[in-house]
């Protein structure tokens, strides 16, 4: 396919229109029978490909003693086609955006695994920048990810991210909540999770599930508005009945 055909493709073409059009600009007013011959197409194809252009402002014909001539507009033609186009859509835009808006998002589930896989996750839920909550064993998620648990607290008390905090209670934890207020953390305590080795994240539409297993680490992303909603709800009545 040479050049001028592929830009023409490129520009809405099909290939037996451009090979057409191109025909056209070569031979000048012409018979369908002279440009099927030319293109090496049937008649009836070329004629109604001819129909197609026409109508698109490709092509015109005058009629001379009863048979048409058919030749190519001015190039230049394309360029105007193109533009009427760009302010067409132009004005539709607004109204595009709002179907993207009002669409019904669906669901997306992420599954992630390792070591490497969770620190994403985590990752991902900086990247949101907003507030977020947690139910799960603090203790094992220091254990499971030693330097990076520091350094994930580091970067979410830098991005100024308040996070709520449901954990089992332990000596350790107890310290750790006397530290709250200076890393923007609101920690309770539950009972019945010192045996736990998976967390919960809410953040933004999306929750995380982590197991924080050595043999089989595995995180699960959902973005979901509502489910996140009810996992919101969830928590909050958690919150109320922890210490």
């Not at 709002?98 to 992630?112: D, F, G, L, S």
């Not at 609101?186 to 080795?197: N, S």
């Not at 919960?200 to 089989?216: H, K, P, R, S």
Request: glycine share 4%; aromatic share 10%; charged share 35%.
């Amino acid at each position: 396919m040479n050049n001028e055909k592929n830009l023409l493709v490129e520009y809405g073409l099909r290939e037996n229109e451009a090979d057409v059009y191109i025909a056209c600009l070569r031979l000048g007013a012409s018979t369908v029978y002279k440009i099927s011959e030319k293109v090496r197409m049937p008649k009836s194809t070329v004629y109604d490909i001819l129909k197609s252009l026409s109508e698109r402002g490709f092509t015109t014909y005058v009629i001379k003693s009863g048979v048409k001539y058919f030749e190519a507009v001015n190039p230049d033609k394309l360029v105007d086609i193109l533009e009427e186009k760009k302010i067409r859509i132009k004005e539709i835009i607004p109204k595009l955006k709002e179907m993207q808006r009002t669409a019904i998002k669906k669901p997306t589930i992420e599954v992630y695994q390792g070591r490497e896989g969770l620190k994403t996750i985590l990752q991902d839920i900086l990247k949101v920048r907003k507030d977020f909550l947690i139910i799960g064993n603090f203790g094992k998620f220091e254990e499971y990810f030693k330097y990076y648990a520091s350094i994930f607290v580091k970067k979410r008390i830098e991005e100024g991210i308040t996070c709520k905090l449901i954990e089992e209670k332990s000596k350790e934890n107890i310290e750790l909540k006397r530290n709250d207020k200076k890393e923007k953390r609101i920690t309770k305590f539950l009972d019945g999770m010192q045996e736990l080795k998976s967390e919960c994240y809410i953040y933004g539409d999306n929750i995380a599930l982590l197991t924080l297993l050595e043999e089989e680490p595995i995180g699960i992303v959902i973005e979901n508005k509502e489910i996140s909603k009810l996992m919101r709800l969830l928590f909050n009545k958690l919150w109320m009945i922890s210490s």
